[in-house]
């Protein structure tokens, strides 16, 4: 089968819209005919050779939504027609993911980084034959793709696709690091630092909990506005404002609660344990190759505090992201506030933009015929 695929060639380097080949649909594996899927931070380190984690060439994308094409002959619940959210894949059969914690699975790295599926073969060639690295089982930059049962997440058939995927990264990591890692007490303080859409989706979720302070930081005047839209009672923009002395001044010199890192940057990443209160916990989640030092008697056990590692939000998305739908149709989760469409052509403007910090959740859409009777304006 022929698709056409947004991929990564070489570090640094534009995407490529080209055409690829599908390779054997293994029996656990559906094919999909992609709607629109979200831009990661994660595709972008990968793009701009931040991280080499998976091999080039390869065919991003994380975060897609689509309509199921065809079904491998052991897939059981899923039917050609249906509409899923596509997350991340996981064995389904370690202690982790059989307690409940698929992101803790003990196969993860391989099965949605390694690019290729554990018994090495891959799911997208090139004309020549060239094997075509896909990521997070599955490459949702592409027109279709073939993906893992375990990804999908199937949604009711009037829920808009063109909107939903970043429910399967950004927004579920942001979430479930506070519902899943953080849970915060009612009345608890938080601090987000960072308000892309991993921070702002963590901000969201401090409202659904409870949390009575909450408090954004970031260097975007226009990003600290929609995060007062979506909650947030106290904004700091740490390029202009001490933020030390203005946390001091918010939480009556006791310090927060519970804070989230999603910058990744070492400065950042400390300040978010600086500015803990006794018995406060502290969760970086970004991507990142910079390091911190501390004192762990002084910074944490002389007061209590904790710091604490959730990937994905620890959450299980085949539970999570219809949660996270109901909560966005009863308003509690607004997450279409963060989103910008564009054409599949335009993905290298999307990435621009999302870097450059226009667009907080850019969209691509691979589908422009779906619901065409409802147009989104691309
Ligand atoms: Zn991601
Ligand atoms: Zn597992």
């Known amino acids: 089968m022929k698709v056409t695929a947004a991929i990564i060639n070489e570090a640094n380097k534009n995407y490529q819209l080209e055409a690829l080949t599908l390779g054997e649909l293994y029996s656990d594996e559906v094919v999909v005919k992609m709607v629109a899927s979200g831009i990661c931070q994660s595709d972008e380190v990968v793009r701009t050779g931040k991280s080499s984690i998976t091999p080039l060439p390869a065919v991003m994308g994380h975060e897609g939504a689509g309509v199921i094409e065809k079904v491998g002959s052991a897939v059981k619940d899923l039917n050609v027609g249906d509409q899923v959210v596509m997350a991340y894949n996981y064995c389904g059969a370690c202690p982790s993911c059989r307690t409940g914690h698929p992101s803790s699975c003990s196969q993860w790295t391989t099965l949605n980084l390694s690019g290729a599926r554990p018994d090495g073969s891959h799911i997208f060639f090139k004309a020549d034959g060239t094997p075509v690295s896909s990521f997070f089982a599955q490459s949702s930059f592409a027109t279709y793709t073939i993906t893992n049962v375990n990804n999908l997440i199937k949604v009711e058939p009037e829920v808009d696709l063109r909107l939903v995927g970043p429910l399967g990264c950004g927004l579920l990591t942001g979430f479930g690091t506070v519902v899943n890692g953080l849970q915060p007490k009612t009345s608890s303080s938080i601090v987000v630092f960072g308000t892309g859409g991993v921070g702002l989706g963590a901000l969201m979720a401090a409202n659904i909990e409870g949390c009575s302070t909450i408090i954004a930081v970031d260097i975007h005047d226009s990003r600290l506005e929609i995060a007062r839209e979506l909650g947030a009672t106290h ?60 004192n762990t008697f002084k910074d944490l056990s002389l007061t209590n505090r904790k710091l604490i590692g959730v990937l994905m939000g620890d959450a299980v998305p085949q539970i999570t992201i219809p949660q996270l739908i109901r909560y966005h149709n009863e308003g509690k989760f607004p997450f279409d506030k963060l989103v910008k469409f564009y054409k599949f052509n335009d993905i290298n403007q999307a990435a621009a933009d999302s870097t450059n910090g226009q667009t907080i959740k850019p969209i691509v859409i691979m589908d422009e015929n779906y619901r065409k009777e409802e147009p989104i304006g691309i």
Do not use: C, Q, W
Request: aromatic share 4%; charged share 15%; net charge negative.
């Open 235 to 294: 904004t700091i923009n740490s390029s202009t404002e001490h933020l030390g002395e203005r946390i001091a001044k918010i939480t009556g010199s006791l310090g927060v609660n519970y804070s989230i890192d999603t910058t990744g940057i070492s400065s950042v990443m400390k300040a978010s344990i600086d500015v803990l209160a006794i018995a406060g916990v502290s969760a970086p989640v970004a991507i990142s190759k910079d390091s911190i030092a501390f």
